[in-house]
């Protein structure tokens, strides 16, 4: 056993976890490679295989690793020392969404990032999987990575052995990347006149309705949300809050073009106020000029595509090769549990009440803040001053792994 307190204590705790704790398998886990991270070891520990579920909760009680990885692939070979001798014969499709990938997440306290992150996994799983996608919810199967996010797991026959391009392209899809605005705002030519030999054209193009599937339908709420947030507004207010936006977005508009968008939009003098006419008709031929147009379209293609975005880790998906997590084993930097979920259990889902293990009993042990430390956990807040503090295991054990405090010597 390795000679510093901290680790000896977490070590203990962690066995004691797959010792009394039934171990969740993914479905043919005997044609996965498993790989593992540990507290007392600097390498990366992989190309394993368990014939069984015993053999692998004797080796996490015995060897007692911080982190507990097995592929999202099936191999005919997992253990098999390089890829190509183990034979890949399909994966699942993974998601992966964490702070890293929701845009403000990462300097919120440990708290309320995690709330932002579900936010944006329940629109993933909402609007992407289970509706433009068409997955079932028996499909899926949602976990709380034990850290700073949520994973999707999707077994479903249909995406076993698509390509890594293939995954790549759903990814794609999710987060709006290449999306044509000419296909989202359609333009068809019409004749303006005539002279001599000579046509002239212009174009229209078509508003997306609420009722359009897919991008179509996705911007125009966006659309629609934007001028909601701009209306409640007065005119010097809603001018200059549109402005924000857009500097924000870095798109580049003259303050003549923005004025004139936004006189367009919300000022009726050409009769009717061109939010109203857009909402009530479904109509594009709001705007005087064509420049202001053009602004419309740069708004709608970067700022509120942006905002209606899914997100996920592109790597992680495309990757047919890819190493996840294991449901049930536990995170090695805060003690909490790999925890699968429902779609309807992830709605009241709390990990600082939910991930605790139940194996972290209520025995009071002494730890030692180098600063003034406050938690809650199972219901319960913690608010610890510098120097010695008697807490709970599970407490512990949670403040150990996130560096928030040592076991006393």
Known sequence: MPSDQSTRFVMNMFSRHYREEALLMPERF????????????????????????????????????????YS?????????????????????????LDADHVEGAKTLPYDKMLERVKEEVTRLLDE?????????EDDLRIVFSGGRGYHIHISNPRVLKLSSHERREIVDYVTGTGLDIDWVFPPTSFETGRFMDRIDTAQKRRMPGLADGGWRGRIRKGVDRLFEELDDLNEATGLARLRE?????????????????????????????GIDRIRSEDT??????????????????????????????????SDIKRLIRLPSSLHGKTGFEVVPLTREKLDSFNPFDDAVPK????????????KPVQVRLKGDSYSLDQGQNDVPEYVAVHLVCRRLAKMTD
């Not at 870095?250 to 936004?262: A, M, Q, S, V």
């Not at 009993?361 to 180098?370: A, F, I, T």
Request: charge should be negative.
């Open 30 to 69: 005997a044609k996965r490679e498993f790989g593992f991270m540990f507290f007392d070891r600097d390498f990366v520990m992989r190309h394993l295989s368990f014939p069984t579920r015993a053999a692998l909760k004797k080796y996490l009680v015995e060897q007692v690793p911080s982190h507990v990885y």
């Open 128 to 136: 992407f999987l289970l509706g433009d996608l068409g997955f079932e």
């Open 359 to 370: 194996a972290f009993g209520n025995q009071l042990v002494r730890v030692v803040c180098e």
């Open 284 to 317: 594009f031929e709001v705007f005087s000029e064509k420049r202001h147009t053009d602004a419309f379209l740069a708004i709608a293609e970067v700022m509120v595509k942006g905002n209606m975005k899914g997100e996920t880790d592109e790597p992680v998906t």
């Open 245 to 273: 936006l857009v500097s924000k977005a870095n798109i580049e508009l003259g303050k003549k073009t923005l004025d004139g968008l936004y006189d367009d939009l919300f000022s009726g003098k050409r009769g009717s106020r």
């Open 72 to 96: 999202c692939a099936y191999y005919e070979k997992p253990d098999a020392p390089t890829m190509a001798e183990k034979k890949w014969l399909g994966a699942d499709l993974i998601f992966d």
